[in-house]
């Protein structure tokens, strides 16, 4: 399959899910979390989910990275620059969707891509050498080429990977693992 008939693959897939069934898998993916060796870095950048697209619900990963003192780093979008702008999370932060039903933070303390740790990275669909297919605009793999070098990518998905993506590009930046609610997948080499 190509990239354009794994998208519809996978979002079909994901609106035949329940709301319940989102809940416990989101759950699981968070639990399993646990497990990877990352809980040592500080700074954390979370996507918050879209829940239209019946996305991954990031609410328990945020849990976790709060009940373990890290700073947690959200983003907004800049359509004009195809470019993700990010912001610490704080106790003041004010959470709004954007047009597009994205939840970002209004503005905040600006935190440079080269700060991250570790980036939690959504994703529709990805293959067992850690390529990721997103929705297409190309924003976190802008964004993850911005990161230094060591930064840890996590895809997290409801679904288990396909066995190779045909489409490649240089420009793809692959994950370091994905999590589902039944496995990690480490494609650290």
């Known amino acids: 399959m190509n990239k354009a008939d794994l998208r519809k693959k996978y979002k079909n897939l994901r609106l035949e899910l329940s709301e319940e069934e989102i809940e416990q898998l989101s759950l699981e993916i968070a639990n399993r979390l646990l497990q990877l060796p990352i809980w040592e870095q500080e700074f954390y ?69 080269q700060q991250l740790d570790v980036v939690f990275v959504p994703l529709l669909a990805f293959d067992e050498h850690g390529h990721r297919i997103g929705y ?31 489409e490649v590009f240089s420009s793809d930046i692959p994950l370091d693992y994905c999590v589902t609610p039944n496995k990690i997948y480490s494609f650290k080499y």
């Open 136 to 166: 297409g605009k190309g924003f976190y793999d802008n964004f993850l080429s911005e990161c230094k070098a060591d930064v840890i990518k996590i895809g997290l998905s409801f679904f288990e990977a396909e066995p190779e993506f045909k």
């Open 45 to 113: 950048h979370l996507f918050l989910s879209i829940a239209e697209q019946k996305e991954i619900d990031t609410e328990n990963v945020l849990h976790i990275l709060q009940g373990k003192d890290k700073n947690v780093v959200l983003s907004k979008t800049n359509i004009q620059e195809n470019k993700l702008d990010h912001f610490l999370l704080t106790d003041s932060s004010v959470i709004r969707k954007n047009r597009w039903n994205i939840p970002e933070p209004e503005g905040g303390i600006p935190i440079a891509p």
